[in-house]
Structure formats: C-alpha cells, structure tokens
C-alpha cells in the first residue's frame, strides 16, 4: 500500500514539470520566431532606406548604414560588403572601396564583381601585376570559378599586347 502511495505522489509531480517544460519551450520558439522575424523585418527595412539614398546620391549616408549594417548582421553573398565599395567609390574614396570589396568572402555571389573592381582599381594606377596576382589568386581557389576570374584578365592582356595570354 506505501508503494501505490508513492507512486501516486511522484506522477502529478512529473506531469507538472513536464506540462511546465512544454510550455517553456513553446515560450521559446515563438520568442525565437518574433526574434527572427523583427530581424528580418528590420533588415529589410535598413536596405530600402540604403537603396533609397543610393538612388538619390546620397553615398554618404548610405555608407554610414551599410557599415552599421555590417556590424549586426552577416553578409553571407557579399551583398552588402560589395554595395558598401561602390559607395566608397562613388565618394572618391579608393583605398576604403578596395578594402570593402576585399571583404566579400570567395566563393559568394557578388565576389566575382567585388574582385572585378579591385582589378579595376589596380589597372587604373598602374599596378597591373598586383591585378594579376588577385585574379590568379581568385582562380586558385576552389570556392571561384576558375574560368570566370581568368576571364577577367583577357582585356588586360590583349591591352597589354599579351595575345597569346588572352586566348
């Protein structure tokens, strides 16, 4: 009779904890779910508002919050990064545009651009073997594609009168 009595005493103490960690835990994935949304939600937001000063001219602006941008949130296809360049570049800023385009990670979808503007930058003040040997780089990695970087280098090649290199 103690036996069924203990029994008895132990399974409303197990259902209330486990009814009470049930609940916690939908606490928390709706909690996470507002989270992510909110994020999103304000991401979105954040890039309208950065496009939007884009399209006015407003470069300025636009790479103060790009910066902030990076800061919160990661920017796995270099979007961000890349766009952050060409507002640096449009300011007149070169040195700051090539160190942001050297942030897009290899391998995601706005590297290929990225890389093409530091070329660009490179072969407009005449460093056209440091252009080469980020292109070659670029190629070495497998997470390029090979023959979209070399690409890049045939018209500074067939510029240079380097032919046979082009082809």
Partial sequence: SQTSTSESQIVPGTRRRRRFFIALLGAVGL??????????RSYKRAMEEIESDVMAGRYAIASRNLEKLLLWKSDPDGGIAYLLGSCKLARGRIEAARDAWARVAPGSAFFERAVRGR???LNESGRLAEAERLVYAAAAD??????????????????????????
């Fill in 119 to 121: 070329m660009r930058l």
């Fill in 31 to 40: 909690g996470a779910c507002g989270w992510a949304w909110l994020s999103d």
């Fill in 142 to 167: 497998r997470r390029n594609d090979k023959t979209a970087m070399l690409v890049l280098l045939v018209p500074v090649f067939s510029g240079l009168g380097r032919l046979n290199e082009a082809e």
